[in-house]
Structure formats: C-alpha cells, structure tokens
C-alpha cells in the first residue's frame, strides 16, 4: 500500500431538464442525466502533486469535491491509506478525522473568509483541537509567506489582497497538518503577476510537509509547472494520464494537443471552438462516438462507431483510437 488516495470506477451523474426554457422546463422538459464523471481511476502518493486538467464543464471540481468527500458518488471505491471510505463524510468524529487528512481549497479566497473574523481567528480556530495559541497561528502565516505572521493575526479580510487571502486559506488548510490539499483553480481569480507566488508556494509545501496535492487547473503551463503527473479530462472522462513532462514533450490525445497549442498561442483561457451542443451531448451520453469526436481534427469513421477505452501506452494511459 503505497497509495495515499485510490478511487476506482467513480461515477457521478446529475439530474438535468433539457428541451425547454423558462417556466416549461419543469413542467415540459426532458429529466435526463448528466455525467459529471465517469469511470474514474486516479491514486495519489503521498507527497505527488496530480494535476487534473480540462475545461470547464469537463468534471474536475466534482472529481475535487468526491476526493474531499463533500459529496458521494453514484458508483465506484475511494480508499485512504488503504481505508475504505463511505461517501459524503457524516458526523462530526468522521469528518474531523478525514478532515485531518485531506484539506481543500477553492477559487475565491474572499469568499472562503468571514470578513467579521480576524485572520488570526481563522488560523487559531482551525488549529482548535491542537491547543491553539497566537504565536501558531502566527508561525503558519509565517509559513505561508505572510510575515511576519505576528503582524497579520490582527488583520481582518478586507484588508489583504486576493493573494494575502489565498495564502490565508492555505494557512488554515495546513493547520490539521493534512496528507492531501486539493487546489481547485487556486490562482485563477488573482492577478497574473502574483498567481506564479501562490503555485511556488504550494511547490515548497510540497518539499517542506511532504503535502501531496491534487491541483484542478484549466490552466496547462501551471499544470505543468507543479505537478508530478496529470489526468487530462474531458466531459467527464480521463482521455490522458502521466508523467506531466512525458506529455508535455508528446501529448497523445488530441485533446491534449489542443490544450498545449493553445497555451502555446497564449490565446483565450476556452480551447479551440466551443462546441456547447457538442459538450452537451456527449455529458448525457448521447452519442455512441468519441465523446471528443465533434471537435476533434483526426476523426475518423471508427471514432463515430464507437468511443475507444482508456488504454495503458508505456508509461500513459489514453483514450483514443489514434493516439499519436
Ligand atoms: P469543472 O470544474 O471541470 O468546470 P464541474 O465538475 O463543476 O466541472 O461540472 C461538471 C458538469 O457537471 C458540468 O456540466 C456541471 O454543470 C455539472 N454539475 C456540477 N454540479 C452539478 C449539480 N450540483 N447539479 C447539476 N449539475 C451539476
Ligand atoms: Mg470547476
């Protein structure tokens, strides 16, 4: 067992109406299911930082939220260090304890603070049930890059930057001192010039807690920046898993070689044309094709057939009928 996290066939589907609008979508719509995810096998050591990537829509913070059990999936396994896991975690013994576990942070670093809080509340409270003192929470600030953290345990929210926020946020993360943080676009509301401080943050938490990470991007050059290995998603399916600097020197999926050219033309954060109907039916699981197939510039007849499997190529695994 050497395997922090393992999830095997995670499956999550949503109830959706789709057909009409407005006030007939209740009463007239069709109820269908939309897979947010599908089939999911991802392991975490401890220590590694995955880096799970697509875009938007493609299943990544319902893969964050299941993997933080926040919420439960339709189907599949999760273990901990080898443990079972039900679930949502219930009662507040189960989420403490897995809580000092796996830690998760989000987006929007306000709106995870409570303005009326000092920062300081914020650390010491999450420190709770290991005796929590100011001069801790102060060495955790001090430890996220806020110092002297003496200095910010007054502080209240509004007075930092977005980058102070998220740095905050980590601080209480790491508070329970947990084996997995998972990162859901943590640099993607803040300001370019200061989200490469906030990814060198999490790298050397990475080297100084041994703190693995999974670290949801639709941003590629971060992905690759920090991760050790990445899953490449789209609607709900993994379409490339690997060593991050195997894929980066040859991605296989096309829609990884998409994903790469765009960050490489530095054009819109979307790839390539948005297909919404496209999205939308291959999420219903519509189609028989290729999930990726209307976007897709190599398709080809076999691809409307049938959506090929994800399959082990060396060190990767890829689902495509012609992987390059
Ligand atoms: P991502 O983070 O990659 O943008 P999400 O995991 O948020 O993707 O969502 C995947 C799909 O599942 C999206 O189409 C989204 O609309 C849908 N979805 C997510 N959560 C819910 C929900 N609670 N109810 C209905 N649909 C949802
Ligand atoms: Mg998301």
């Known amino acids: 067992m050497d395997q922090l996290i393992e999830l095997k066939g995670i499956t999550k589907t949503y109830p959706v109406t789709t057909g009409e609008t407005g006030v007939f979508k209740r009463l007239f719509g069709a109820r269908k299911r939309l897979f947010a995810l599908e089939g999911i096998n991802l392991s ?12 938007s829509g493609s299943g990544k913070s319902t893969l964050g939220r299941i993997m933080a059990r ?24 189960d989420r403490w304890e897995f809580g000092s576990q796996v830690q998760m942070i989000f987006q929007d670093p306000f709106g995870s603070l409570n303005p009326v809080h000092s920062i300081g509340y914020h650390v010491q409270r999450a420190l709770a049930l290991h005796g929590p003192s100011e001069q801790q929470a102060a060495d955790l600030l001090d430890a996220v890059g806020l110092r002297p953290g003496s200095s910010f345990v007054r502080k209240f929210p509004f007075e930092l930057s977005g980058g102070q926020r998220q740095r905050v946020a980590i601080a209480r993360a790491l508070a329970v001192r ?3 943080l998972i990162a859901d676009e943590p640099t993607s509301m803040l300001d370019v010039s200061i989200r490469m401080d906030i990814l060198n943050l999490l790298k050397g938490l990475r080297e100084t807690h041994n703190l693995a990470i999974l670290l949801i991007t639709h941003d590629l050059p971060s992905a690759f920046y920090l991760s050790d290995r990445m899953a490449v998603m789209y609607a709900g399916q993994v379409v490339e898993c690997g060593r991050s600097e195997d894929i980066l020197e040859k991605p ?9 050219r765009v960050a490489h033309e530095r054009i819109a954060t979307r790839p390539g044309k948005t297909d919404e109907e496209g999205m939308l039916a291959a999420q219903l699981r519509e189609t028989s094709s290729c999930l990726f197939a209307s976007r897709c510039p190599k398709v080809a007849q076999s691809c409307l057939e ?19």
């Open 178 to 180: 947990p084996a997995l």
């Open 252 to 260: 296989s999926h096309p829609y990884t070689q998409l994903l790469l």
């Open 44 to 55: 975490v050591k401890p220590g590694e930082i995955l880096a799970v990537l697509g875009e």
């Open 306 to 324: 049938a959506g090929p499997a994800l399959t082990r190529m060396g060190q990767r695994e890829v689902r495509c009928h012609f992987p390059s």
């Open 70 to 93: 926040l919420e439960t999936p339709d189907e599949g396994h999760y273990t901990l260090r080898g443990q079972r896991q039900s679930g949502r975690a219930q009662g507040r013994k």
